[in-house]
């Protein structure tokens, strides 16, 4: 079955949706490929109209927005629509045809966009061990399936970390992944960023130390 990206009608009453993905068994146990290891209740905050509810999610794989209805998981489409969908106090905004979370909220913000790529274990190699490949093309037969919305992949799938960090300073957001591509974006800053990130031993894949750097820029 093809899967088609649907808004939540259920929520949205003024908009139809023409398929649903194929039923799905949640497991209880922590996902690597949903940002939440279980569906939460979220508000959706549209750009008209009063704010709505359902079980959502994030799954890294597909980069979309998801939601239960009638134990069935669909994906969130015409995002244009759509200001802000809050899991309690964290904010995760539309950006083109994803959503990025909102870390930090100041002149100059914060925002990851969540991602990880789906691996296979792929061919046994030498001396019986496996090796792993990239498995784009099973990603479409596992999404047609409904078998990449579920909680838990099968056991000969792996993610691996993919996500991105950006920076928002106005209207546009500009991407780094290290001190360099950062203190590219702010030149004037150069020397102060290499000195905090140098004495304070940041990690540019830790979330937290990140947030804390970009505080400080702030400051």
Do not use: W
Request: proline share 3%; hydrophobic share 40%.
């Amino acid at each position: 079955m093809k899967i088609l990206a649907l808004l939540l009608i259920c929520l949205f009453p003024v908009l139809t949706y023409a398929q649903t993905v194929a039923e799905i068994t949640f497991a209880e146990d922590s996902s690597l490929h949903y940002v939440f290891p279980t569906f939460h209740l979220a508000t959706v905050k549209m750009k008209k109209g009063e704010p709505q509810k359902a079980m959502m999610n994030y799954n890294l794989v597909t980069e979309e927005m998801v939601f239960m209805q009638n134990d069935k998981v669909l994906a969130l489409y015409q995002l244009n629509e759509i200001d802000t969908v809050y899991f309690d106090q964290r904010k995760f905004i539309p950006e083109g045809n994803k959503f990025m979370e909102l870390l930090y909220n100041a002149p100059l913000s914060l925002y990851i966009l969540h991602k990880r790529t789906l691996m296979s274990t792929g061919k046994t190699a030498a001396y019986g061990g496996k090796s792993q490949l990239s498995a784009v093309s099973s990603v479409e037969s596992l999404t047609a399936d409904g078998t990449i919305y579920r909680l838990k992949l099968p056991g000969e799938y792996v993610t691996s970390e993919a996500s991105q960090f950006y920076t928002k300073d106005g209207k546009k957001l500009r991407r780094f992944a290290n001190v360099n591509q950062l203190s590219k974006i702010f030149p004037a800053k150069a020397s102060v960023i290499h000195t905090y990130v140098k004495e304070n031993s940041i990690d540019f894949k830790n979330k937290t130390q990140v947030m804390a750097l970009i505080k400080f820029l702030n400051n």
